[in-house]
């Protein structure tokens, strides 16, 4: 529909309004009333921001390292326009813009920092021609909608390689053999990152691991030193494709079970301590994405590291919340890599745990559930105290606990969220002792929804 953008505007708007009071969240419902009104107007608003627009996309953490990067940028002074909401498809990175656009062609920030899921990435890069993108991994994820790992892949080097983010600066993972390759045959500039530290690498490759296979000739790539799934140092014993030299660098890795990590950042500025209030390398991994993206953005050291050491859980990621006085940590699950390096990180805390674990089988989540078979459950074998399994595939988690080790009798299934909260809580002689929570994507939200209604929890659109 061609015409001015101002009425458009005011009728999404409007549409936002409605649905709030209603009780939606609005996150994506205006944006997409907005695209049927005006199919360019993520375009049209994107070019308002003053300093352009950077992305970022990933199959594991792109809420975080958004998160993490939104922290620091503002820190240094940039005003951001930034789906926070984590509504990452062009509905809601539509309806950030819309919240964010002023009259007589202005716009409240001037940057954008946009969490744009995996699929979106070319779409949305041809609309806001980005300064910047920032990728992070490639895991296998929800098989009945994005399909296997290549096909992602493949999309994402047509759009930076001849595609709409050809003159993109480029900010990679250097650790993950399928998103490196990304940065070879370009003209435009690439930035690499990545963790040096043997200390943390695994005995082998976990059977749930991706990206074997050199993406030129196709041979099997040779591991020198394995992190995380698939991340680590490799080379290519018959091309000689190899891991590139990253330029942000995280050495001297320390893991402090649920609550923390720290870690020495390298930069061509510097090198600095870091203390990180998230658990897990996996989160290491996505501190260190933010602060190569800030590096790109030339956001000085000093504003990176308070950034980081400033960072706090997004909703949902390692979120501590208190149910009837006992501390609760939720920690998303929603892959087998993801899924690993959070038991991985619990392994590392003493003592048996009380676990809630929350699978559904949602769109957002995957209908097929078969990825829990790949998640190492059995590193908490003979560590659970109790488990509680709800959700709509609640007896499926239940069985691949039993299978894992863990003593059926410790096993209770209870589909019933807000029963299976309540007893999970209560169902501890020591308040002190936390219990875990490990929900998919749609479970984390349900069970936020649920903690919010109680009080326990503040809203993630607040």
């Known amino acids: ?121 070319d779409s949305l890069a041809a609309q806001l021609h980005p300064r910047a993108i920032l990728l992070g991994n490639l895991f296998r994820d929800q098989l009945d909608r994005y399909g296997e790992l290549e096909t992602i892949a493949d999309r994402w080097a047509a759009a930076v390689r001849t595609g709409p983010a050809r003159d993109s600066t480029l900010v990679l993972n250097a650790d993950d053999p399928a998103i490196a390759d990304l940065g070879h045959e370009r003209s435009a500039p690439v930035l690499y990152f990545g963790v040096e530290d043997d200390s943390l690498a695994l005995a082998g490759m976990a059977h749930a691991a991706d990206a074997k296979h050199c993406r030129r000739c196709g041979a099997p790539y040779v591991f020198d030193a394995i992190y995380l799934g698939h991340l680590g140092h490799y080379h290519c014993p018959s091309c000689g494709q190899t891991r590139p030299a990253p330029t942000i660098i995280a050495t001297r890795v320390t893991l402090q079970g649920v609550r923390a990590a720290s870690f020495t950042l390298q930069t061509p500025a510097g090198e600095a301590e870091v203390a990180l209030a998230l658990p897990g390398l996996y989160n290491v991994y996505n501190a260190l994405a933010a602060a190569a993206l800030a590096t790109a953005l030339e956001v000085g050291l000093p504003e990176i590291v308070a950034g980081l050491q400033a960072t706090k859980a997004a909703f949902g990621r390692a979120e501590t919340v208190h149910v009837g006085g006992r501390e609760m940590r939720i920690l998303l699950v929603k892959n087998p890599t993801g899924a690993n390096e959070v038991l991985r990180t619990l392994a590392l805390e003493p003592g048996e745990h009380d676990l809630l674990g929350v699978l559904n089988d949602r769109i957002a989540d995957g209908r097929d559930v078969s990825w829990i078979w790949d998640a190492d459950f059995e590193l908490l074998a003979g560590r659970v105290r109790q488990a509680t399994c709800s959700g709509s595939r609640a007896p499926e988690l239940a069985l691949r606990l039993k299978y894992a080790g863990i003593d059926p009798a410790r096993i209770r299934v209870q589909a019933d969220l807000p029963t299976a909260l309540r007893e999970a809580a209560a169902d501890s002689s020591d308040p002190q002792t936390p219990l875990y929570a490990l929900p998919t994507y749609t479970a984390m939200l349900a069970l936020r929804e649920l903690l919010v209604a109680r009080g326990e929890a503040s809203s993630a659109w607040s």
């Open 1 to 121: 529909m061609a015409g001015p953008l101002a009425p458009k505007l005011a009728l999404a708007r409007a549409v936002g309004a409605v649905s709030r009071l209603r009780g939606g969240g609005a996150s994506s419902a205006p944006g997409k009333v907005l695209m049927r009104l005006d199919p360019g107007a993520i375009g049209s608003l994107g070019a308002r921001l003053s300093r352009g627009s950077v992305l970022v996309s990933a199959t594991n953490g792109k809420t975080t390292t958004s998160a993490i990067l939104a922290g620091i940028l503002e820190r240094a002074g940039v005003s951001l326009v930034n789906n926070q909401s984590g509504a990452n498809m062009a509905g809601g990175i539509a309806s950030t813009l819309l919240a964010a656009a002023r009259p007589g062609g202005n716009i409240a920030g001037e940057l954008g920092l946009f969490e744009v899921d995996e699929l979106w990435l």
